[in-house]
């Protein structure tokens, strides 16, 4: 899990936050969540297009509707092995992208690198 926090961190602007209590890591960037770790560190909820999340959950039985969040656009990733780093790091740099476009166009061009 350690490995995804890093990989969350590596992203432009990204910073971690405790909304939630001191267990549950979130990772935002501009305010914005984009990945929320579980108290237990065995899974992360990602932000999804809607397709997308569909179709990753009839995919994968470790990708499932996002727990306590809008099952439309978030989806949780059970880390239980079942995926490989590589897919996992893809669903975080969707997330994290996903969440860029959203803000306003001076912001989304100084992370993004336009």
């Avoid at 984009?34 to 397709?51: E, G, H, Q, T």
């Amino acid at each position: 899990m350690e490995h995804y926090v890093e990989y969350c961190l590596g992203k432009k602007g990204a910073f971690e936050d405790y909304p939630f209590g001191p267990e549950a890591l979130v990772m935002k960037v501009e305010g914005k969540m984009f990945a929320l770790i579980s108290d237990d560190r065995k899974s992360i909820s990602l932000k999804c297009d809607p397709v997308i999340a569909e179709n990753l959950r009839e995919q994968h039985a470790a990708v499932i509707p996002g727990y306590h969040l809008n099952k439309k656009h978030w989806n949780t990733v059970l880390l239980d092995g079942s995926l490989e780093q590589e897919e996992v790091e893809s669903m975080i740099t969707h997330s994290y992208e996903l969440v860029v476009k959203s803000l306003p166009k001076a912001v989304r061009e100084s992370l993004m690198g336009s």
